[in-house]
């Protein structure tokens, strides 16, 4: 490739690493990152394999970018920062830990040569997970967790131990499990994917590279026959300038199925007071919503002294959406949740402002429900935003997407509370 020293008006620094379909360059401007550029180039079978391929570049980079802006926008921590040109996008610069991290819904490809008593097209469940040291002089071999960590990589200061391992297969796990909603509202089976991690200048762990058309096998309407990856390219006896044009063409599709994506679905959050005065109550409910990406909307009514204030504001909103959830508040007597919930088909969810000296009076207002209720009660305003969030998230990638973000997140902050505060402590 020709020396290239800005792109999308960022100065480059030194070329920090040269692979086959990209190169890493430093950026003297912004320490701790760096720029990714794509390289008009498609490979196969550890490089045995190569084309240019004109164009190529442009769609890795639409599709990557795609990509990793939704998994940012469920909260992973990602390397991946924005799309500075057509084929270049700025990225946290990382040490990269030499695994790559397979992850696979049905069986196919290699895995089957491995593992020749299985059919093809069995479902793992949950997705199988595989891990492969890359080198490429013996063909990136298959490593065990066991061999991951006695390998003891140093990245960037960070010991790759059990605790960074459990969190690299959770990750990838969940990368999978949230593309595979992606590509399924788009009527594609994803069947497996790739990818890889690095730690950043800061000790973090980031999935980093790149997720595109290279990283995945995608069987449109489930049918393998109409593959839309780079196995089509790999399959190949040989390569003609028609075929590799139908690669691109499918790369292309491919990128252009993720432009279709319906991720903000018509929703809304009520949040119900009985009266002003917990307003502070709802306000927190409110911000835990919104870390969910939920919309959400207060209303203050009482069921007790505006019975029909409130049935009336509660046919409002059923005419005007579909997916609605109700969170409702109010202390001492709640006559608010189950009333609305005797009125309506949607989700009612309690959480009553509790002061602790009534609190085991108050509470069974919204627990004692006559026959043919069936609102939910919590107690705690992140609780009743998780509910919500839970149950929005049955329609809705990106809210599902958060809510296995934060999943992780909790599984990870006690793993690494517990590595802090890990000591024996004998008597002598
Ligand atoms: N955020 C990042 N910071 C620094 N380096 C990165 C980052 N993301 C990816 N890289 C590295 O960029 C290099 C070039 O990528 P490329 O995919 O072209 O390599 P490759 O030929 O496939 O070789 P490899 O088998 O190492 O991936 C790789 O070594 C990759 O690990
Ligand atoms: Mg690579």
Not at 34 to 62: F, P, Y
Not at 282 to 297: A, M, P, R, S
Not at 331 to 339: K, T
Request: glycine share 6%.
């Amino acid at each position: 490739m020709a020396e290239i020293t800005e792109v999308g008006g960022i100065k480059l620094g030194k070329l920090l690493a040269e692979g086959k379909t990209k190169q890493v360059y430093d950026v003297p401007s912004q320490p701790g990152y760096s720029i990714l550029l794509n390289k008009d180039r498609i490979t196969a079978h550890n490089g045995v394999r190569s084309h240019d391929l004109e164009g190529k570049a442009t769609i890795s980079n639409q599709t990557n970018a795609k990509v990793f802006t939704l998994l940012n926008q469920a909260g992973l921590k990602t390397a991946f920062v924005r799309t500075v040109s057509d084929d270049a996008f700025l990225a946290r610069k990382c040490e990269m830990i030499p695994i790559e991290w397979v992850t696979r819904r049905l069986a196919t490809g290699s895995f089957l040569k491995r593992n020749p008593g299985v059919k093809e097209g069995y479902r793992f469940s949950p997705p199988k997970q595989e891990t492969f040291y890359k080198d490429d002089a013996n063909d990136d071999p298959q490593w065990s967790e066991e061999e991951i960590v006695s390998a003891e990589f140093k990245v960037n200061g960070l010991t790759i131990g059990l605790n960074e391992t459990d969190i690299m297969q959770r990750t990838s796990i969940l990368v999978f499990e949230i593309l595979e909603r992606v590509w399924g509202s788009l009527n594609c089976a994803l069947v497996d994917m790739k990818i890889e991690f690095g730690v950043d200048s800061e000790g973090k762990i980031l999935v980093a590279d790149v997720i595109d058309s290279d990283s995945w096998r995608l069987w449109p309407s489930g049918d393998k026959r109409l593959m839309v990856d780079k196995q089509v390219y790999r399959n190949l006896a040989t390569v003609s300038a028609d075929d590799l044009d139908t690669v691109k063409r499918n790369f292309l599709w491919v990128s252009e199925q993720l432009d279709k994506l319906r991720l903000k679905n018509e929703h809304l959050v009520v949040v119900m007071m009985g009266s002003a005065a917990d307003m502070d109550h709802c306000e927190t409910i409110c911000k835990y919503c919104e870390d969910f990406g939920l919309n959400v909307e207060m209303r203050v009514t009482s069921a007790h002294k505006s019975t029909s204030t409130t049935l009336q504001i509660l046919k409002e909103y059923e005419s005007a959406w579909s997916n609605l959830v109700f969170i409702t508040v109010a202390g001492r007597s709640n006559g608010l949740g189950p009333v609305l919930s005797g009125n309506t088909n949607y989700p009612v969810i309690n959480c009553p402002p509790m002061k602790p000296h009534t609190m085991s009076l108050d509470v069974w207002s919204s627990l004692n429900l006559p026959s043919g209720l069936g609102c939910a009660t919590v107690l705690y305003p992140e609780a009743a935003a998780l509910n919500a969030a839970q149950i929005l998230g049955l329609d809705n990638i990106l809210v599902w997407a958060r809510l296995r973000v934060k999943q992780l997140d909790n599984f990870v902050v006690l793993m690494l509370a517990d590595k802090r505060l890990r000591r024996i402590r004998h008597w002598e």
